[in-house]
């Protein structure tokens, strides 16, 4: 809807120049006119602006997979890290990041993911150096504890 109204405004404005560069339809389109359009183009950008919010989120990673949380997060379009800061030493990290509303439950799931070293259960760090000797340590003692 906020799309129509903004292509609707920004049609409306293109009409209106075309009027005034060919002198068609009844002559010069009058201030009030380029003024009531311009205002109908504000409103719709400024609409369309506020339906696209940045949601803050805090989200406690695992260390060893930070660096690889922080590549898969800011390779979503919509998703900026503001702020690290190191919480247990070498344990965990605290990301601040800003992402668009539409992409808050995905990054969400990429820091909770890092908590999972159970290779049945992981869904995104597989192949990930770091995370392929966090696994194999969780194996041996799954292993060992079945003996």
């Known amino acids: 809807m906020k799309e129509n109204k903004l292509f609707a405004a920004a049609q409306h404005l293109l009409h209106l120049n075309a009027c005034e560069q060919e002198g068609i339809a009844s002559g010069m389109p009058s201030r009030q006119a380029w003024d009531a359009a311009f205002r109908k183009l504000h409103q719709a950008l400024e609409a ?24 898969k997060a800011e390779s979503i379009a919509g998703v900026k890290v503001v702020n690290v800061v190191e919480m247990k030493t070498c344990e965990v990290m605290t990301y601040i990041l ?9 990054v969400c799931d990429l820091a909770f993911m890092t908590w999972i070293t159970n290779p049945i259960f992981q869904k995104y760090y597989h192949g990930c150096e770091p995370y392929e000797k966090a696994k194999e340590a969780y194996l041996k003692e799954r292993e060992r504890n079945e003996k």
């Open 48 to 71: 369309e602006a506020s339906s696209t919010r940045w949601e803050p989120l805090e989200l406690a990673v695992k260390y060893y997979l930070h660096s690889a949380f922080r590549a």
């Open 98 to 106: 800003e992402c668009l509303e539409e992409h808050k439950e995905n």
